[in-house]
């Protein structure tokens, strides 16, 4: 295995771009050093991009905020701005690990370890974020919930990597937010997670969602069905029922060490109807 | 080249060392340095015991490549006393008996001054959660979360 | 030694909560446990480890990885002694053969379970080692396996071990069924006939962890004449000596085992994995090799729990009496033969005074690892099943289950469900503290369900060793060994001063390798504080009579005339003459001039290590839409005899609970359909984290143990019986659903509230 600590983007796609053997992006670490302490991947290159400007960085963009792909959780969940923005995406980013995981990993680390379980991949997707590719051909956005394609595996072309992601300037009375389930009240990986994206409209009704769902189908789900169920609705009783039941109705699960189909997919309706919950308490606070 | 120098700054002194690109910090630490105060429990991340700090940051040193140590901070647990004066979460700990077998007390002590350096007067359930990545077999927490008010609260007197 | 006949004595040391010695050692970094020392030319070994559940392994090819630059040695379980027959070793608490371990630490014909140890290298770096692990070839016949305990018993099961029955095994039985057992007395059906409600159920617990932070971790050294030096961290250094030096064919004398600071064991460190392999290596390669476990292994090849299955049946009469109790435990101790279904089917019903009961337990072989012991080993799954029966005929009745239990309680004069008839034991006061407890008056909110267990556990006292030495200054030092597995030192320092009259700060106790002191079983069955604290006290009393002969010859009077007391020599009796008395600085700094260096020892066979009991009191909230559950509050009431050093008593009984509670809800080995475990690590083996946790309050009762002068029980292992029944009570009366299966992960929780909807 070798190590390399290039100083530009361009040098690092290039060195990915050029590796035949197998290479990995180290930025957090936190899955890439478990992935080679069990022997399941062996690189024979990795690139720590983390010394590339602009990595850890967190820039206002149009009304929004570009977050280096190298920004750890402590980073992001210490900016006032983003969490005042986006505080379903900062408190998913922040549930992955431990205070120590969190001083480490970075959203676009876990969106590009392709699990469906990443908690920060449901409230980016939900929050309509971009990602923005550097490749050895040049730059590219892609919206985030394009990248994962599978589990594990993701829509990055040879020598491509993640710089940054951005997350967009949104209207007045808007909220999200992002809430899963675990066995424990910290250090698992989630079972069913939801989040949802919402903006209120004329009369507090809903004139805009977004929802989705992690860990419950190979990939992050973006649940129009389920957005359906709350646009144009004072998300009463009725129309939160409505979205549990849409949420179910969508997932894919496997049973599996973690959690079965059947409680997968009735925990998923039940948080994000609780998430839906959040999102528009959080609205009516900045409409 | 199979190995690499890394000159970095472990607990206040400088510190180089030769080690190699998979290598971890929590190895190099360990078998380069000769600081065996960070345990490794687990190797991925999981259990807290190889906690230090990178750069102020409080990380698992297991999940760091020791090359990303070059010139950056290390602080490892066997920073935290004076000379012979313990900081007053070591004495908290010993005089409350907020350790047992004390394989996790290394881990807990950095990561514990960790919260303190931001949250001086952090509440119960506030230390619980810092410390949930800090796995304790022996003393089901009690004890720990008590030390931790109890050097807090003598820290901010002092 | 019985309890000193002042049983009302009055305590100067013990009872005080001082600093532990090896505090700033462990607050600092400094203490030196397992993997945390080396040595010059230090190899690396690693363990190849079967990826399937059972199979056959045919040939075993080495020849590749012996080529590579770099690789000193690779061993299989050909380089172990030839063993004439098999040997019973006596673990104290636990009896093993020797065979069996020998075949656990490196598989001889058959790999029986996934993680089970095929072959060893020892290499220059670890990346040589790992790079040689995959050149060895082994050639496997794969065979069918049977994980869970049930499908084992059946006639048509895979067979793990052949001819391994018991001879009281009945036949016709699978011959996975190893061991059977019984106990109990009275008539069962007369009994039942008396009852107003008879309940039966089964229950199912999964096999667990200890969970040890500190994986496995040793470091050996053979010299070319024959003898070795092994650092390592365990419970007992002596039985690692006995059981190493057995399977390398040497004599104990010349193998020395340094036990480490230990990292935890919970009984998971009673027993050898890697120690006798690192010795192959470092014989073999000339070279001292350590071998350090990861996590992955610890869970895969180490020894957890039993995993069982249990049907019990109680009848009870309208006023709360039961009647009758009946139990059939399934116990599966992995891949090879074990007794623990023993201890489970005696501590089943030992809370409880009965006039008819019986136990039965089968213990039967699976194709997982070989169980080790784990905190009062069997009991927890037994008496899980009992207190969960008495608690639905409480609810059945809507009688108070804590009175309930006081109306059953076995007392002194109790004719024990297991045979003996106990002496003074401290259930009842255990349960009436529990009932004045506020705890146990609070109210609970919606959702919310509490639950009360009482627990049991024999504890053990053992082959014993102390000696203590007198110093020209006045202090002492104190040689023990068992190793420190959570205040120790401190503990047994206590009892010395207390004892000498000195105070603690003069006394420092040393771990002992096995070539300075006498034997001492392995640090299990809550003996240590029993029987170490039981021989330093006699080691003590030894060098007080000591001392009172030398002050008897420099006043030049009989011996018998000096009494000690107040740590000092005095004249006693109407002959004995008007001196003033001798310190024990006073005696020792003259010690040269008065006949040598003056010391104390004891070695013997403790017994009178007394029964425990507890009673724990839980809340907790259920989501009904989750199954997630929320411990509130938590309370552990005790009767610890006398609490020598009780913050580490409340350590005990905290830690204890929390393992148990973790058992309750979340921990279990979960294994595919292809036999291998598929959550060997922290990440889905869920041990509950600080922040899962209320605090655990707990209440130490101190009903003195007549075995011992100062009138101390075990109290490290009772606390993890009582908070299986505990939660599941809890929960069960949360959702109105009772609960049968360990643990009870959110997702079997939702489906009982699912199927109550």
Known sequence: MRYVRPETAEEAADLLGREEGVSRILAGGTDVLVQLKSGLVEPDLIVDIKRIAGMRDITPEAGGFRIGAAVSGAMLGEHAGVKALWPGVVEGFELIGSTQVQGRATMAGNLCNGSPAGDAVPGLVAAAAVARIQGPGGTRDCPVAEIPVGPGRTALGKGEFITSILLPARPAGSGDAYLRFIPRTEMDIAVASAAVSLTLGAGGRVAAARVALGAVAPTVRLVEAAADCLIGTGLGEEALAALAAACSAACSPIDDKRGTIAFRSQVAGVLARRAAAIAHQRAGRTS | ?????????????????????????????????????????????????????????????????????????????????????????????????????????????????????????????????????????????DKIVRAVQDAAAKMRSA | MALDSSSKRVFKVVGTRPPRPDGVDKVTGRALYGADVSAPGMLVGRILRSPHAHARIRAIDTTAAEALPGVKAVVTARDFARLEGDKIIDMGEDRTSLRDVRDNCLARDKALYDGHAVAAVAALTP???????????????????????????RPEAPVVLAGRAHENVPGGMSPNVTNHCEFGHGDLEAGFAQADRIVERSFTTAATH?????????LASVTGDGRADLWCCTQGQYNVRDICAELMGMQASQLRVTASEIGGGFGGKTVVFIEPVALLLARKSGRPVKIVMSREEVFRATGPTVSASIDVRIGMARD????????????SGGAFPCETVDMGA??????????????????????RPKEAAYRAPGAPQAIYAVESVVDELCQGFGLDPLEVRLRNAARKGTKSSYGPTFEAIGLEATLEAAKAHPHYSAPLGPGQGR????????????????????????????????????GSRASISLMAAEELGIPYERVRATIADTSSLGHNDVTDGSRVTFAVGLATIKAARDAKQKMCARAARIWGIDEEAVLWEDGAAKPSGPNAGDFPPMTLAEIAAVSFKTGGPIAGHNEAHADGAGVSFGVHICDVEV?????????????????????????????????????????????????????????????????????????IDTVILEIPNPGHPYGVRGVGETPIVPPLAALSNAVSRAIGHRMTRLPMSPPRVLEAINAGR
């Open chain 3, 320 to 331: 709360g009496r039961i009647t009758a109790g009946e139990a059939v435990l399934r116990y």
């Open chain 3, 451 to 486: 639950g009360l267990s009482a627990g049991f556990w024999f504890n053990f006292g053992g082959n014993t060793s102390v000696s203590l030495s007198v110093n020209t200054d006045g202090t002492v030092g104190i040689t023990e060994g068992n190793p420190d597995i959570g």
């Open chain 3, 127 to 153: 990346e040589i080692a790992r790079a040689a692990l995959k050149l060895i070839a082994v050639d496997y016949e794969i065979l069918p396996h049977v994980i869970d305990v049930d499908a084992a018993m």
């Open chain 3, 210 to 218: 200890q969970g040890y932070i500190e994986p496995h971790a040793c």
């Open chain 3, 623 to 695: 989501d009904r839409e989750t199954g997630a559950t929320k411990v509130l509050r938590y309370t552990v009431i005790q009767d610890a005899g006398k609490a020598v050093h009780p913050d580490y008593v409340e350590g005990q009984m905290q830690g204890g609970a929390v393992q148990g509670i973790g058992w309750a809800l979340n921990e279990e080995y979960i294994y595919g359909e292809d036999g291998r475990l598929q959550n060997a690590g922290f990440l889905d083996y869920r041990v509950p984290v600080a922040s899962d946790l209320p605090q």
């Open chain 3, 346 to 367: 005696q501590a089943a019903f030992a809370c409880y005074d009965l006039r008819a009961v019986r136990t039965l337990g089968w213990n039967v072989l699976t194709n």
């Open chain 2, 1 to 141: 080249m199979k190995t690499i120098q890394v000159a970095t700054t472990v607990n206040g002194d400088g510190a180089e060392f030769v080690c190699g690109h998979d290598e971890t910090l929590l190895d190099a630490l360990r078998n380069r340095l000769g600081l065996t105060g960070a345990k490794e429990g687990c190797g991925t991340g999981d259990c807290g015991a190889c906690s230090v700090r990178l750069d102020d940051r409080l990380v698992c040193s297991c999940l760091v490549l020791a090359v990303e140590a070059e010139g950056a901070r290390i602080d490892t647990i066997e920073g935290l006393a004076q000379g012979e004066t313990l900081h007053p979460l070591q004495q908290s700990f010993i005089d409350l008996a907020a350790l047992q077998c004390g394989i996790c007390t290394p881990g807990i002590l950095v990561a514990a001054k960790a919260l303190l350096d931001r949250n001086p007067e952090p509440t119960d359930t506030e230390i619980r959660y810092w410390l949930a990545g800090n796995l304790c077999r022996c003393t089901g927490y």
